[in-house]
């Protein structure tokens, strides 16, 4: 895939940009986040649609996408261990679909 955008890619090095400079909440690093996992979850839907992607990875990737919500839009503390988590769930699903 050179020279093409790998959405995935691109959704796991915003979401490290969030977790690197561990921002307070409704900060545009998780706007961009949210953004990029949001362009990938329509390439999934995507490739669900032509039956190359399955519906258990996109309910995975829909748990990383409410998880960076919940950092976005905190109703107490900013979650950063379960973003921590989200970010984990989020490289692996990513190595299936693009890997490196």
Do not use: Y
Not at 30 to 55: M, V
Request: charged share 25%; with cysteine.
């Amino acid at each position: 895939m050179a020279g093409e955008a790998r959405p995935g890619r691109a959704a796991l090095a915003a979401l490290d940009q969030v977790l690197a400079h561990r921002p307070k909440k409704d900060d545009p690093a998780f706007a961009r986040a949210t953004a990029c996992l949001t362009a990938f979850r329509d390439e999934l839907i995507a490739g669900h649609r032509r039956q190359t992607c399955t519906r258990e990875r996109l309910t995975h990737l829909n748990g990383v996408i409410s998880v960076v919500l919940a950092g976005h839009f905190p109703l107490g503390d900013v979650p950063w261990d379960e973003l921590d988590k989200a970010r984990g769930w989020l490289s692996d699903l990513v190595d299936v679909i693009e890997p490196a």
